[in-house]
């Protein structure tokens, strides 16, 4: 099991930008795909972004096309999440999670919650208009 710790939330205006990171407890960071997940109030928790085990492949959610970007940095054990041009539908709980893999490629399942057993215990980002 992973123990994985985020940071970087907060309160912005709308159009303004935030990174959040998500340190990991573990000896080898580069054994797992990286994601990051949200959840707003009431509602199910979303994919937002993954990151292949040395950074090399993403993909996005949508919604945060071409405004977010996540990336790594093995020898920091640390993911990031830079997010740009918010809005305040971007406001919830971000998670990151780990999916432990042997290979160089994202699985087809990579946006899915249930493919992830290790989680942080989330960051506040809240947005106002």
């Known amino acids: 099991q992973v123990q994985l710790v985020e940071s970087g939330g907060g309160l912005v205006q709308a159009g303004g930008s935030l990174r959040l990171s998500c340190t990991a407890s573990?000896?080898?960071?580069?054994?797992?795909?990286m994601a990051w997940f949200r959840q707003a109030p009431g509602k199910e928790r979303v994919f937002v972004a993954v990151?292949?085990?040395?950074?090399?492949?993403?993909h996005y959610a949508d919604s945060v096309k071409d405004r977010f970007t996540i990336s790594r940095d093995n020898a920091k054990n640390t993911v990031y999440l830079q997010m740009d041009t918010l809005k305040p539908e971007d406001t919830a709980v971000y998670y990151c999670?780990?999916?432990?893999?042997?290979?160089?490629?994202?699985?087809?399942?990579?946006?899915?919650?249930?493919?992830?057993?290790?989680w942080g215990q989330g960051t506040q980002v809240t947005v106002s208009s």
């Open positions: 999670a780990a999916d432990f893999t042997g290979s160089n490629f994202l699985p087809p399942r990579a946006a899915s919650p249930n493919n992830y057993r290790s």
């Open positions: 573990v000896r080898t960071f580069s054994n797992y795909n």
């Open positions: 990151v292949s085990r040395f950074g090399d492949s993403t």
